[in-house]
């Protein structure tokens, strides 16, 4: 997309009470372009949509837009409206004092705040709801209520704060193709603040994957799902075995004892480096047939495909197929070479184990040294 | 009637029988008296005496709209100041307005005689000073200052309570669609605060309008308003006739005014009286 930069954060830094939440940060962000702050609670995502919209200065660092440093201007004067979490709508308002809101705020003749709101309401399928109170909404109509409030300001940029997070899953997904669907009518930019990683890959143009208020990893949804650049993003986005190994030479990756043939290039002869592999480009083979073998220690039905977790010398790899196998047999694994994606060793490295458990958390609690280390 | 709302008056019931026994009963007996002569007979007299005291309900009301109107300017921008402070301190502040009510208010009213009277704290300072004194006591101010200073507090509670209220996104989402603070102000914070003036409107007019021992102390005598009258029918007179009439107009008065009020909450909102 070569559109110009509408937004951009310049080395930006925030501490609240001492705790780093956003260290050194730039980011830009183009005209038109639906882009996704992807990360888990506490990454510091939400904190950069909120220097956006001027809710926060930064302790260090500037905003720009449009080239211009916006950093003390104040939220009111900014060209930008926000979609916030709880939608935050007026309860002192009906719905169409709601949508007016803005427009009456910078004066708009009631006449044409009247066409306007008329045109907004039938934009998010809400026609006939003017006079109707907010509080007797349902959730997804006071989303519509907020994403219209928001909208017919003609903002240059739309902040979105984990709007869905509130929806039950299937009208989550409605909404999801909805809000798409007004960022292409309107032509305007969106920043989506979410930690669903699905939400982030179906909808953004530009995935930012964010942890620890540093960025890992800015891409299309299809780089970060098929390039991740480090061992943190392999594994937030989709399922994936990471598993260690050495470059004999360009295209040729040793891991688990066995030469394999990749496309990657680029590193050091003998550099050791993480390998990942997504359980859905594993074949399971007969014995004589795979490249490694391992035997399956369990087997899950997932409707679409199973889950099966194989162990291969004590390293639990995660295959998904729509094929059964049954639990205790032993087999070989076949890997295509585009299949093995290649990442440098980074902080990351190490800390994404194997499918012996599925959480962190789980990790810990099995593992009784690191409990009594606690204790 | 189904089991569950059988089980609700159950719970009802002893509120009920309270409100009857205190509340029903003495209203009806007020009515009983002021519709009556001394002879137990039905009599319109008492209500066509009142003619005489119009005079009194027009500076009653006057002052308590004043005193009213004060504590509205003061409490509504102190509430708002308050919810703008760290929450500790409101909780500190908010236990400081609270304080003087631990305090019976006829010792407070007692004390603030002592400051303004002939030879109280302010003469004794200004004269100290060599500057000229001034007679307090007796004055409409004295008595102003005494409605505002014992119910300002009734006043700056449940306008904080609504304020505090307010959820803080509600804020961002009007700074966010173009209001400043001015304008956040009077398309927000006073709208959405109006069921709690509205409550201190209520709370601090009707003890105001009804009050006698205030306009006693600090009126010096000079002024009387409708509580003063009722109290001296009753209390000096034995004349519970033209007190009970007295009575039951200023009650009417007061379920007018709060009638008026009720409007313009528009029904949402909790009212505290």
Known sequence: MDHKVVVELRDITVEFDGERILDNMSLAIRDKEFVTLLGASGCGKTTTLRLIAGFLKPNSGRVFFNGKDVTDVPPYQRPVNTIFQRYALFPHCNVYDNIAFGLRVSKVPEPEIKERVTEMLKLVNLSGFEKRSVSKLSGGQQQRVAIARAVINKPKVLLLDEPLAALDAKLRKDMQNELKNIQRQLGITFVFVTHDQEEALSMSDTVVVMNQGKIQQIGTPIDIYNEPENAFVADFIGESNIIDGVMRKDKLVNFDNHDFVCLDSGFGINEPVDVVIRPEDVDIVPLDQGMISGTITSVTFKGVHFEIIISVNDFKWMIQTTDYHAEGETVGLYIEPDAIHIMRKSEYSNMFGDYSTFSEEMETMSDVDAIEEEE | ?273
Do not use: H
């Not at chain 2, 159950?10 to 519709?35: E, H, T």
């Not at chain 2, 005689?113 to 704290?121: A, C, H, T, V």
């Not at chain 2, 100290?128 to 001034?134: S, V, Y």
């Open chain 2, 1 to 273: 009637m189904t089991k569950r709302s059988a089980r609700q008056a159950l719970i009802n019931a002893p509120y009920m029988l309270w409100a009857g026994i205190f509340i029903v009963v003495p209203l009806f007996i007020v009515m009983y008296y002021a519709f009556t002569d001394s002879t137990g007979a039905f009599s319109f007299a008492n209500i066509l005496a009142l003619a005489d005291y119009a005079e009194v309900f027009r500076v009653s009301i006057i002052f308590s709209v004043i005193a009213t109107i004060i504590t509205l300017l003061i409490g509504y921008p102190f509430a708002y100041c308050l919810t703008k402070l760290p929450v500790r301190a409101q909780r500190m502040q908010m236990m400081l307005v609270m304080l003087p009510m631990w305090m019976n208010l006829l010792i407070r009213t007692y004390s603030w005689m002592n400051i303004l009277e002939k030879n109280g704290l302010i003469n004794t300072v200004l004269s100290g000073l060599g500057l000229p004194t001034a007679n307090m006591i007796g004055t409409p101010g004295a008595v102003i200052l005494g409605m505002v200073y014992n119910y300002l507090p009734y006043m700056i509670l449940p306008i904080y309570t609504t304020m505090a209220k307010i959820d803080p996104s509600l804020s961002e989402a009007a700074e966010d669609l173009g209001c400043n603070a001015w304008q956040k102000m009077r398309r927000l914070i006073v709208p959405m605060s109006i069921p709690g003036v509205v409550s201190g409107i209520t709370m601090v007019f009707v003890p105001s309008i009804s009050t006698f021992y205030i306009s006693q102390k600090l009126g010096g005598g000079k002024i009387l308003l409708i509580g003063d009258i009722i109290e001296r029918q009753i209390q000096v007179s034995y004349n519970y006739n033209l007190g009970a009439s007295l009575s039951f107009v200023l009650m009417v008065l007061i379920l007018i005014s709060m009638a008026i009020m009720n409007r313009f909450s528009n029904g949402e909102g909790e009212m505290v009286v």
